[in-house]
Structure formats: C-alpha cells, structure tokens
C-alpha cells in the first residue's frame, strides 16, 4: 500500500522535532506503519525543511509557503498549503488527514483519486473555537463544521471522549473508531537524566491562553512561601510567551522560573522532564494527552487538571488531579508530591504500569488494520 498522511507540521529528521500532539501522533504513526508499508507525508513548508525528503523510509512532500512555524494565524501560508495540497497528484491507496487545515486537503485528494479517506480526530471545537483562539476563531468554526459534514470513510477518534463529542456533531458512530495517542516507552525510559538538586516543576506545553501557563505562575508564587527553592522549567514556545515572563517578574518568581522556548530534540525535552520532580499540565482543551503519557514514562509524577480527556488517558493514575481554574488546589497537590516521597513512589509506579498498553508499536498496527480494511489488502 501507499498511504498519504497529511499534517499540517512533521518534523525534520527522525529526531522527532515535534511540538504538539497531532505532530506527535503523525511521526510515530508514519515511523511505526513504514516498517510494512509506503508512506507520503504532505505537511506545510518550515522554512528550515527542503521541500522533499526521505528518513525512516518515510517520504516527506512540503507545499505552499515558507512559514515559521505556529499556532495561530499564518493565514496566508496556511491556504496556500490547502491550494497546493487539494491540487497534489500522488499514486495513492488511502489518506489520512491528521489536523484541521489537513482534513480538507486529505478530504480533496481521496475524492479526486477515488481512494479512502480518513481523519484522525484529537479534539472537537465546534462551539469553541473564539473562546479558545480569539475572533480568528471564526475561520476554524467554519471550516471544522464544513468538515464534519463531510462523509469520511472512517474517523478514527484518540479518545472515547472525541468520539462522543463527534456524535454530537452528527457523525455517525457507525463511522468512528477510537484509537487512541501512544508513547514511545522504551526510548524514554532509555534516556539518562539526573534529577535536579533543587525541588522542581516540568511545564511542557504551547504558550497559548487555553493551556493556562499563568496558572502555573500563579501555583508556584504560591508554593514559594512553603519551598523558597522550587524551580519550574517551561519548555515551549507561543504568543503567550512575553506576558508570561513579565507576569513572572510581577508575581515575584523571576528567578524561580526557566523559559526554555522551543527544544528541538524530543530526547532533550524528556531528558528535562526526567529531571524534574513533578510535572504539571494546566489545559482545559485537550482531545487526549499524550504528554501525561510522556510523564508515566520518564516515571514522574503529574498534577493535571480534572478534565474528562485527561483523566480518561491516564486512567486516573499516575498523578494527582485539580478542578479547573482553582490555582489554590493545583498549589496544594504541586506540594504533596513535591514533599511526600511515599505518594511519590506510588503515582510513579502506578503510572509506569499504566502506560504499558500505550506502546506506539502497537498503536501503529491498530491504525494500519483500519487502513487494510479500508482499501481491500
């Protein structure tokens, strides 16, 4: 078979310079089915990336403009993807999109070759995109409920709570199967670090207003006055990136604090994380969570918000859980595991056997026996 995986970013190499979950997702997937099989990607041009390249047996094609890459806006590098992609003529059997502005080129060239086309779902925004992203949002809405009304040959959700959110968008559930986001374990718990002499927090996430980072501030400003030493390392970058340093020299906690900005090597982020104490997600927009997965197995334990995705990736292990919103309570269970070393050990070998069924190798098998059935080999 030739599968066409579209995302709207992939890396570069495979060091996996990857910066959010749908990325994430779409390397793993193309690495782990590329063992049995021939893989396109088509992803938007990063201006540090040739236009064509081959790694990992993966063959990469990037179109429309150069770009830097980002969250939000690039509106004109991001059409330009789309005229380019919808006009894209590869030999294929399936396709897959992976992300929103990738589904209606997936949805373009499965329709013009006659071929199966699929989308990998992570989230639902239907309703939310101006609260989440701004005014810019009313793009998204538009083009996410143009594509939900698309008739897919299958949707594959990551999680059961997408699927629901998918049914209640009125795609049928007849259509959706939920496999959900994997992580690479072995090579994780193969990385070395040393943890950090001081007491300290691992943030990973894109510096946007739904991830909630000025909560994370706020929760160590807090935990300052029981642990004058603690540290919370902030690796990502986005928009949100200048006010969050200055509301950091505001709260006091200049000094407390590391702005990492983007870390290109995903072995480097996890050797960060594997350094660090505890690891603390403060998101209320996730279709999954790969990165709790990520923390399982660097074996370190989490404080994460009580969201329904969140909790149903991890199962409610590995970690300690806070209502969203509340700074006081994310403060009070940051304390706990950075001060009792037995709820320590417990979360951390809860979540290490947890994890064990998240194995992208056998992520990648389910995902490719759909693309089997789908297109008749």
């Not at 269970?333 to 994890?355: A, S, Y």
């Amino acid at each position: 078979m030739r599968i066409g995986i579209v995302t709207e970013f992939f890396p570069g190499s495979e060091e996996a310079e990857v910066r959010g979950g749908a990325e994430t997702r779409a390397f793993h997937l193309a690495r782990e089915i590329a063992k049995k099989e021939e893989v396109v990607i088509i992803a938007t041009r990063e201006e540090e990336y040739p236009r064509e390249s081959k790694f990992l047996g993966i063959r990469v094609i990037r179109l429309g403009m150069k770009r830097k890459y980002s969250q939000r806006g690039s509106l004109a590098e991001r059409m330009s993807f789309i005229v380019e992609g919808v006009r894209l003529r590869e030999e294929l059997d399936l396709v897959d999109g992976q992300c929103f502005i990738a589904y209606p080129v997936a949805w373009r060239i499965a329709k013009r070759a006659g071929i199966p086309a699929v989308a990998t779902y992570h989230d639902v925004w239907v309703g939310g995109w101006i609260k989440n992203v701004g005014m810019v949002g009313v793009v998204g809405e538009l083009l996410e409920r143009y594509i939900l009304t698309r008739r897919w040959d299958k949707v594959i959700a990551v999680s059961e709570f997408t699927a629901r959110r998918l049914a209640e968008c009125g795609v049928e559930p007849e259509r959706v199967v939920v496999i959900p986001n994997g992580v690479d374990v072995e090579r994780i718990a193969g990385i070395e670090a040393e943890k950090e002499a001081d007491p300290t927090i691992c943030c990973i996430s894109r510096l946007v207003k739904y991830k909630h980072v000025d909560e994370v501030l706020r929760a160590v400003a807090r935990l300052k006055k029981e642990i004058p030493d603690v540290r919370c390392k902030i690796v990502g970058t986005g928009p949100e990136e200048r006010s969050l340093r200055e509301m950091a020299a505001r709260l006091g906690v200049r000094e407390n604090v590391q702005f990492l900005g983007f870390v290109k090597s995903h072995a480097d982020v996890m050797r960060i994380l594997k350094s660090s104490h505890v690891f603390c997600l403060a998101s209320t927009v996730e279709g999954f969570g790969i990165v709790l997965l990520e923390a399982m197995a660097a074996e370190v334990p989490f404080v994460a918000t009580a969201i329904e995705p969140l909790l149903e990736a991890s199962g409610g292990r590995g970690g300690l859980f806070f209502t969203p919103g509340n700074v006081e309570e994310m403060g009070e269970k940051l304390l706990k595991l950075l001060t009792d070393e037995d709820l320590r050990r417990r979360k951390i070998e809860e979540g290490r056997e947890w994890v064990r069924s998240y194995r992208w190798e056998e992520i990648g098998r389910r995902v490719l026996e759909v693309y089997r059935e789908l297109a008749g080999k």
